[in-house]
């Protein structure tokens, strides 16, 4: 068996060696060999500089690690095709650059990818932090995203509706202890059979500059009749919006035309369906007052929290005024801390946090907003 990896750097060089590293420390050799290729869109000399030397240095130096230096930023799917196309493998591992596997999660995840002949996909739980207390959410199905963005930007009371059952379905993955059987999977950490996608139409469409590439594929994955998994034994960290931290705006822009393109690909009757029903609950639903304009904390905090939430709880935060999608931190006792280092990581803006209990049908909840801001 042969894996290959495929790291796209984009102005993250030093994340990008760790997450190199991760992958050399967490594999299994008894499982076969492993090439890494790492693409650089960063049109910098200096990141390059960085990752040759970190590539050298002891424990990556007898690695088979190839680096490809693109002269401008070809875009995330052009340029993992660039490394699919250089290898041939039984499994491809793709990884954010500022993401990194936990010890052992690749031979876990090569295991259970090949266990059953239509599993397509297999991904490890993801969190935020290195103390791995904070979960990022599932990846969203491209139906439910197609019926949240027809409705508009007003807050309303069906997006409530939408934010519950969200939960509902992020919590049953959260607490997971089993493999998972999803609908949508992330491409900043993800093992693929290799097989798998040849059968359903090759890597990445290189019409996606940046954004929704992997929802494409893994749609596509589905149609071609594999299984998507998210495997909870096996983890990894993505720090989170680590690669240009300098150029958000930029890459955000990419967000909506990704999402055109790929609704114009995949427009199902399903998902249209969707839209519709959601353009018709917008005219039909009175707006109210988002948590989001609430007054703001802007600094680090701690909280005290009540005893009606029960000895274990959910602390949730997100940019989303409904949550929609959240990451999340299982907790236990009567105080919440969000320490400065958590702080720190955190790209500038708004968000909302709550604390719901986690049993139960009815939701208790306690809202409250942070302000980050650039040099806070």
Sequence with gaps: MKLLGIVVNYKAADYCIKAVRSIVESADPSLGSMVIVVVDNSRDRSQVEILEKGFSQDGLAGADIRLVVNRENRGFGRACNQAFDMVESDMVLLLNPDARLLPGALGVMEKVLFSHPLTGAVAPRIFWDDDCRVMLPPSMPPWFSAFLSSLGENPWNMRRLASWLWRRYALKYWQAHTPVTVSNLSGGAVLLKREAVERSGGLFDEDFFLYYEDTDLFHRLKKAGFHLVMEPTAGAVHYYDQCGRD?????????VQSERIFYAKHGSLVMKGWQRAGKLFNRCHGREKPLSQASALTAPFTMDIPSKFGDRWLFEWSPDPYF???????????????SKADWDKLSPGRYVGRITSLKGWRLKTMGFVWDKKDNA
């Design 324 to 338: 929609l999608t959240a990451a999340a931190r299982i907790c236990q006792g009567r105080a919440l801390g969000f």
């Design 247 to 255: 150029e958000l705006a930029f890459k955000r822009s990419f967000m």
